[in-house]
Structure formats: C-alpha cells, structure tokens
C-alpha cells in the first residue's frame, strides 16, 4: 500500500490557501481583488435566529434570488377582487436567478396589472399594513426608495426569508415558514403581469405561486394568496428541484422534479382538475405527455431523464430550456417545439447548475467534477473547461454588468464574457472568457456517428442504458477541451456554497446554511443611499445583448 | 433481526436481485472493523467470484491447513449459498483466524478498517503466491514450464533462475501502478521509478472533494535545501522536482481517506471530521497521459464508513451498492437506502458536530475493464 509522498509531513507547504485557514480560522477576508478592481464586502443577510441551528443541516440548500419591485409613487388603483396597493408595475430586476438575466424586452406598464378574483384568499388591504407592512425589524418599504424596494429572496430550513436588499439590516423583513415541509426552490418574475411573480417548490413536490407583494404586505408567517399545485404531491411526489417562468409566455411555468420529470403549469387553470399522466414507460427515454382534458393542471409533462434533475435555466428570449441532472447531461430543449436539440455529457458525475449567457450563446454548467463547463450553442461543443474549485461546483453564472476592457487595437470583435462559478470548497471563482482565445477543438461528430474519441459507455450506473442519445455527446477526452484559469479566487464564505447572482452593483454569494454575502462592485462602495439601479442597468445590458432575432416567439400551445 | 431482513425483501419486492444475498454479519466485541470491510468485499464481484471460485475448487481443508484465504473463502461461499434471502451470519471462524494470524486485532479495541483491509489483502497475496511457486516447483518438473496458471495466478518461474514477481488475482483486482518521476532542476533529466500500490492513502482538506485530494496527491513537490536529489546523471545532489502521477489505474480503486491524523501538539491522534465529497462516477485526474486507460470511468460501489468523533472508539459501517440500489450493513443489521443517502457520510463542515459518521474506505469500480 502506498502512501502519499506527502503524508504527515509537515515540510510540504499546503496547496491551496484555504487548507490552513479553514481548519483553525473561520475568519474571512472582506475584500478580494480583480483587474477592475477591489470588492469589498459590504453587508450580510442571514436568517432570523429563530430557526435552530440543527434543523439546517445538509438537507436543505440555500438559494437566493434578487426581486425588484417598483410601487407606485403614491397610493395604488384600486382593483378589483383584493389587495389594492399592489402590482402597480413590475420592472425589470437588476438580475434575475438562474442567469434568466433582466428583461431585454419592453413591457407594458400598468396596463392590466393587478390581481384577478382568482386569489380567493387574499386579504382585504387595509391602509396601515400598506404603510408598514410586514412589521418584523426594520421596515422594508420606507420612502427613502421612492416606493421602490429591492429584495433577496432565500430559502433557510423550512422557510423561505426575504431579505431589504439595499438596507443594512442582517435579519429578513418577512419569514414565510411552511412547518412541516421545506421549501427547496424559488423563482422570480417581475414580468408577471398577474401579479403573481414568486414560484416557490417544495421538497414535497408541492409547489406554490403567490405575489410578493403581497407576501411583504401581510404581517403572518404563512404564504397568503397563493395558488396550490402538486398538492401533497399528489401528480409526483418527488422533491421539486426547480422551478421556473416561462420567458414570454404569460401564466406558464414549470417545475423541475427529483425523479426526473419537468411539469408546466398554466397559472391560469384552476389546480383542482388532477392531470393523471401515464406512467413513464422508458426511464431513459425524453418524452412529453400533454394532459388529456384542456382544463386540467399541469398540462404537459416532459419526462427528461433518469435520476434527478438538478436544475433549469431558460434562455433569456424563452427560446430554449437547458436541464442538468444527476445522470450528468446538459440537455437543451427546443421549448416550442418540445424537442432535444443538443447537450453534453459532464467529465464524470452528476451536473449541479446551469445558466445561460445573455446573448443565449452559451451555456455554463458546473458538477461533480469541480470542473466549470463552456457549452457553445453555435459549435455544439464544450469550448472550454473553467479548472480552479477544489470540490464540486454549486452555482454558476454570467456577470452581465462586466464590461469588457476596451482593446488596444480596435480590429477584430472580441467578446469577452465575465462569469463566476461558487463551489463547496466555500471559493467564489470569477472568469474572463474571450472567444478568440478558445480554440474550438475539431468538432466533434455526434456520438452516433462513433468518433473514435468518444467514449462508448453510458453515464455509469444505469443499467441497461443503451438507448440512442441522439443529438447528446459523451463526455470529451482531457487534451480536447481548453482549460481556463479564473482571474481570481476567493473564499467568501465558512461553509459550502450554494448561490450566485450578479447585480449592477454587486455580487450575491449564499452558502449552504443561509448566509447571504454582497460584495460591492470596485467604486460602488458608497452608493447605498443615492443608487439608481434600474435605468442604467437596462441600457447596459441592452447594449451588450446582440439581439438574437428570436424575440417575441409566441409559446401558447395550439 | 429477523423482522428487519424480512423487511428488506418486502421493500425490495420482486426487484430483489436472482442469486444474491444480503447478510448482516454478527459482532464479536468490536468486529465492526472487519464487517464493514467484509461487506464491501463480497459486493466486490470480482473480488467475490474468485474466492467463490476458489472454494469450489479446494477439497475441504484440514485445520492445520486453514488459513486466511481458505476461511474468507468459506464464509463467502456461506453466505452465497444461503437457502433465505436475508439473514445474518456469524463470521465465526474467519474471525478467529484473524485473530489467530494478527496480534494486533486480537484484542477487543477497536481497530482501524483500513489496516485491516490491508492486512488481509497482503495476507491473501501471500498465501496466493506460495500455492503459485509450490504449483510451479511441482509441475515445473514435469511439464513445460512456459506457462503455468494455478488459481489464476501466473507465471512463476521464468526461463533460467531469473524469478518473476506473481501476478495473483489480488493483483489483477487491486494493484495500479504509480510513477515516481524526478526531474533534475539542473541537467533536466527525468528519473522514473514505478511502484505498485493495492490502495491509495491521500491527504484530505476541509470542504474539498476526492478529485481535489487526488491532485494534491499528484502535485509538484520541489526537493531542495536538505532534501536534495542525487542526480546520477550530474554525479551530485541537485535541486529536483518530484511528482507521483498514475500510470496503470487498477480496476478496483480503493481510496483511503487520512481521517487520523497524528497532531504533535496534541501527542495523540485525532479524527480529522472534514468534509470531503466524493461523486457516485469518478475519473482520476492524475493519470499519466499516456497510460492506457487514463480517462477510464469509475463507479462508487462500497464506502466503509467511521462512526464517532476519536480515533480510538466509535464504529464502522458500511455502505454498498448492489444491482443498483444501495444498501446500509451495520453489523447484523441491513437497510435498503436511497442514493441520496450516500451524500450524508461527506463529513463535517464544523469540528463538533452531531453529524459524525464519515466515509473512510471508498471502493471504485472501473467501468471500462467490467466484463
């Protein structure tokens, strides 16, 4: 038996810099440094102290997200059926979960908003929780945001924390706890125009949609308004591991699942009508089932693969839908068309996290083989290998704000793309990726076509696996795929990772156990009081969209 | 006990896999150490179709013959033709004989699984060999001594008194090779030393992954100061660079964890309780390029787990995957779990924690040398 020619020799300097420090020294530094320049940590968010330490281990895993919602200036239209002072409109968030990105469409103001009947529960609103609405720690929607407020929204435990994203307040302005069953999950729409903007999915299945506003304006610690489906997960009873809007498609939305089915809900349908799907028939096989009877709920449901799904990610326009899963694979989907269009077999091990760049042009993933993967929609290959986490990657994501450093000579069009990744080795990882300088090895045939290269063996595990993968690659060989090394690494956090998000003025990390860290940006240090994030923000991004000419694709099923 | 085996065919049904057994195995005072590892064996198929294997060949053997491999081999073949499903087994003898064998694991303390994972596979090894050169020295003077398999052990004697080290079945499961490579920083020669290994003991860091600690593992070491190089080309001690890298991967990747780590302040071992996670499919990224095999895939199919917060106490458990669904072997006891499960033995994110029941032993698969 051989032991390591580094073992209990203590001459051997540590590897990485994390080994010492994490053993003995919880402490971590509050700033790091880019070639733009320094972040500085500027404020945390965590949980309410109420929620004991114990009931927060491993099983859940905190995510967060960034809502922005605009009230109007002065008191709200009453509308009909409920909660007067809500939805006047919703605007773009500086950011949105999963790498959804801001809007790059313009939208209806106003017009039609607010809430329908349908949310029989609701409250009557009354003047004085629209003024101080929630009533737990600071108050959230004081003036000085001209009506504005922007929040993290986060799951911790069994409950799900919003969070002042502006204030320096550590605590939540609201809880919203679910007793017996943890939410897992949660997206974000401003677009809603319903205004039922936050999806929230459970460990049991079960998934809810409700309206934030009204979540803040409600002074329980229950989920008010909301619409129920997958009641007791009574249509699957798997965990729900993702959730999701459907971009450009008013009332849809979908939720991912432990078991490897994607359902997709129709807000607009009453939950009660149960939507019984055949069973599955081929555990390996992609197939969609459409609910039988028009009126029932979910109406489709996308069989995907076997095991897990571990996430979900919509291009910005709503064109394609990408999932990862525990079988490894990237898949992307044709959402329209309800087709497998390509993907990609991780290194090894399951896939964790997806998102989309901007433009729609690629597609990160992060896994099991701490390895940050490059997936280009125009080569259909991986184009690069991101090396630098010390253990499985968590969450990864395009920093749409970045902006390029103009080159010194203007010819050629260079793009170079910011995104970071955060891992379980507790490292926030930022990389810079200029297409000229990924070299698009040989592309490669389809895996059907048996390019000698390609290994010739299914994801491991899955007995009996030897289904056609179609428009899927195995896994590239080592010496095929450019490695990338990250611009900076930073241990941002005492415990695992588990969220990103990039704002105009910041970047979110989340670890596993609900703490939430903002790193301002290099020269946003002071701009607390006087920040004006949305107008800017939008140009921005604007300007570094390339217009994909696949906007305003209308999704509504015949 | 009875209930909860039966228990286990209820859940498992009519997927209950034809011809296998799932036995829990008795405790003898602290004999968890050798269950846990017993466990992971027999779900080695490999591993466990050669030692069926070798039971049906040997006429029963005498006492005064008995040995390690002879009674490893019994209680296989126990447990394998075993009328009920589920149960449990009282690996009486094996365990005497261990005793028998090893001063250390004599005693009722409790005992590290991994010295007796490697006691008993140098043990096996060793008897394994000398069937071989007792087959060899007996046929060898008969017939051609070109070529002579017994137990699938090959190729004792070679031509002349040139001797050959016996590749036994042990071998062929277990052994991988690394190379040793030293480059002289001055005249820039590498030097190559392979060895060969029947398991691989790596370093482990808080909140890292099994891929991290194998490149820890294979990273650059610089020789220097004290500790220089003798470069025989240079005829001198020279500055060097030193890494060990993989060059042949074996089929079963037997990965130990360095969860007891001697602290000098302390005096004493301690139990490092970190987090380190490791994937159901893993690939070895430090293989050498050129090794055959070099990007082959691994699969996870047994995990021996410590239980407790010291080295000196606590207990052993085992997890194993078997026809595609996983299994918990707690002594007698035995779970049927969910894959999921498995990622709650990564370890502790926190020095005291209630959570301390942490993968030690990881057993690897090779995918693409299955039959």
Same mark, same amino acid.
């Given at each position: ?11 051997? *300097?540590?590897?990485? *810099? ?238 991912? $699942? ?5 359902? #997709? ?13 055949? *069973? ?6 992609? $197939? ?149 300088? #990924? ?46 090394? *990250?611009?900076?690494?930073?241990? #941002? ?18 670890? $596993? ?41 209308? $999704?509504?099923?015949? | ?82 009328? @009920?499903?589920? %149960? ?23 005992? +590290? ?12 090894? +060793? ?66 030393? +392979? ?49 060990? @890298? ?24 301690? @139990? ?41 106490? %606590? ?31 990564? %370890? ?19 995918? +693409?040398?299955?039959?």
């Amino acid at each position: 038996m051989v032991e390591s020619p580094f073992a209990d020799s203590s001459s051997i *300097p540590s590897p990485s *810099p994390m080994a010492t420090s994490t053993a003995t020294n919880p402490g971590v530094r509050t700033h790091f440094k880019t070639p733009e320049g320094r972040y500085n940590l500027s404020r945390e968010k965590t949980h309410s102290p109420g929620i004991p330490h114990y009931s927060l281990a491993a099983k859940v895993i905190t995510q967060v997200a960034l809502a922005h919602l605009k009230e109007k200036p002065t008191q709200s239209s009453t509308v009909s059926g409920g909660s007067a002072s809500t939805v006047g409109g919703v605007r773009f968030t500086a950011a949105r979960f999963l790498g959804a990105g801001n809007g790059s469409r313009s939208l209806g103001f106003g017009g039609g908003n607010g809430f329908t009947g349908r949310l029989s529960s609701n409250k009557s609103p009354t003047a004085s929780n629209a003024g101080g609405p929630v009533g737990l720690g600071s108050s959230p929607l004081t003036s000085s945001y001209d009506g504005e407020g922007t929040y993290l929204i986060f799951n911790v435990g069994d409950a799900i924390l919003i969070s002042d994203y502006y204030s320096q307040e550590k605590e939540p302005i609201k809880t919203i706890q679910f007793g017996n069953a943890n939410p897992v999950c949660h997206h974000f729409d401003e677009d809603a125009k319903d205004g039922n903007d936050l999806i929230i999915g459970l460990n049991t299945g079960d998934v809810y949609i409700a309206s934030l506003r009204q979540q803040l304006q409600d002074s329980g610690k229950k989920l008010v308004g909301a619409m129920h489906f997958n009641k007791d997960g009574s249509i699957n009873s798997s965990r729900c591991t993702a959730v999701s809007h459907v971009p450009n498609v008013e009332g849809l939305f979908v939720a991912a $699942h432990a078991d490897g089915n994607v359902f #997709v809900y129709d807000k607009t349908k009453d939950s009660s009508g149960d939507a019984p799907f055949p *069973p599955v028939k081929d555990a390996v096989q992609f $197939h969609v089932a459409h609910a039988r009877s028009s009126k029932s709920n979910p109406v489709a449901r996308w069989h995907i693969c076997q095991g897990s799904i571990n996430g979900l990610s919509f291009s910005r326009d709503g064109t394609y839908l990408a999932t990862v899963g525990r079988d490894g694979y990237l898949r992307v989907f044709d959402y329209a068309k309800e087709t497998l269009v390509c993907g990609c077999k991780s290194y090894f091990g399951a896939l964790l996290c997806c998102s989309w760049s901007p433009d729609g042009k690629y597609i990160l993933t992060g896994g099991e083989d701490d390895l940050v993967q490059v997936w280009s929609m125009e080569d259909q290959a991986v184009v690069a290998w991101g090396v630098g986490h010390n253990s499985w990657v968590s969450a990864v994501a395009f920093d749409p704000f970045w902006e390029a450093p103009i080159p010194d000579t203007g010819a050629g069009e260079v793009t170079t793309y910011r995104f970071g990744s955060v891992g379980q080795d507790t490292q926030l990882l930022l990389w810079d990726l200029s297409m000229d300088e #990924v070299v698009v090895p040989l592309r490669m045939a389809p895996v059907s076509s048996g390019s000698p290269s390609v290994l010739n063996h299914q994801a491991a595990g899955w007995d009996g696996a030897a289904h056609s993968v179609g428009p899927l690659r195995h896994a590239p060989a080592r010496k095929e795929v450019p490695k990338l090394a *990250p611009v900076m690494a930073h241990r #941002v956090h005492a415990e695992p990772l588990s969220g990103l998000l990039f704002t105009k003025e910041a970047i979110v990390t989340a670890c $596993h156990e609900g703490n939430l860290k903002i790193w301002d940006r290099p020269g946003h240090g002071d701009n607390l009081l006087n920040h004006t994030p949305e107008v800017p923000a939008t140009a921005v991004s604007k300007d570094r969209l390339l217009t994909s000419g696949k906007g305003g694709i209308s $999704h509504l099923r015949q | 006990m009875g209930a909860s085996s039966s228990k286990l065919e209820k859940v498992l049904g009519d997927q209950f896999p034809e011809g296998e057994r799932y036995f829990g195995l008795e405790n003898f005072g602290n004999t968890c150490y050798c269950n846990s590892v017993l466990q992971a064996l027999y779900f080695c198929v490999p591993f466990r179709e050669q030692l069926l294997e070798y039971c049906g060949q040997k006429k029963p053997v005498a006492e005064s013959e008995e040995n390690l491999l002879t009674c490893l081999s019994e209680l296989f073949t126990q447990i394998n033709s075993q009328k @009920k499903k589920t %149960g449990v087994i009282a690996p009486k003898r094996f365990v005497q004989r261990v005793r028998k064998q090893n001063e250390l694991f004599r005693s009722y303390m409790h005992q +590290d699984a991994h010295e007796f994972l490697n006691f008993l596979l140098n043990e096996l090894v +060793d008897i394994l060999v000398k069937e071989a050169q007792a087959a060899n020295s007996n046929s060898g003077s008969h017939t051609s001594p070109e070529k002579v398999v017994g137990n699938g052990a090959t190729n004792g004697l070679a031509n002349g008194n040139h001797k050959e080290p016996v590749v036994t079945w042990v071998h062929k499961i277990f052994q991988g090779t690394l190379t040793n490579e030293t480059r002289c920083l001055r005249c820039e020669t590498i030097t190559a030393r +392979d060895e060969t290994f029947l398991d691989l003991s790596l370093d482990i860091e808080q909140n890292s992954s099994i891929t991290s600690c194998l490149r820890n593992f294979s990273s650059t070491e610089t020789l220097n100061a004290e500790d220089k190089f003798f470069c025989d080309k240079c005829c001198s001690l020279q500055e060097a660079q030193k890494r060990m @890298k993989i060059k042949s991967p074996p089929r079963i990747l037997a990965l130990h964890l360095k969860r007891f780590k001697y602290i000098e302040q302390l005096g004493r071992y301690k @139990k490092l309780s970190y987090r380190v996670v490791f994937p159901l499919e893993l690939k070895l990224c430090n293989t050498t390029d050129d090794a055959p095999g070099s990007e082959a895939e691994y699969s996870l199919f047994a995990v021996v787990v410590h239980v407790g917060s010291g080295p000196n106490h %606590g207990h052993y458990v085992s997890l194993v995957k078997s026809h595609n669904h996983w299994l918990f072997f707690d002594d007698e006891n035995v779970e049927i779990i969910d894959e999921s499960i498995v990622q709650t033995f990564f %370890g502790s994110t926190q020095e005291y924690s209630n959570n301390t029941d942490h993968g030690y032993i990881l057993f690897y698969e090779s995918l +693409d040398q299955k039959k």
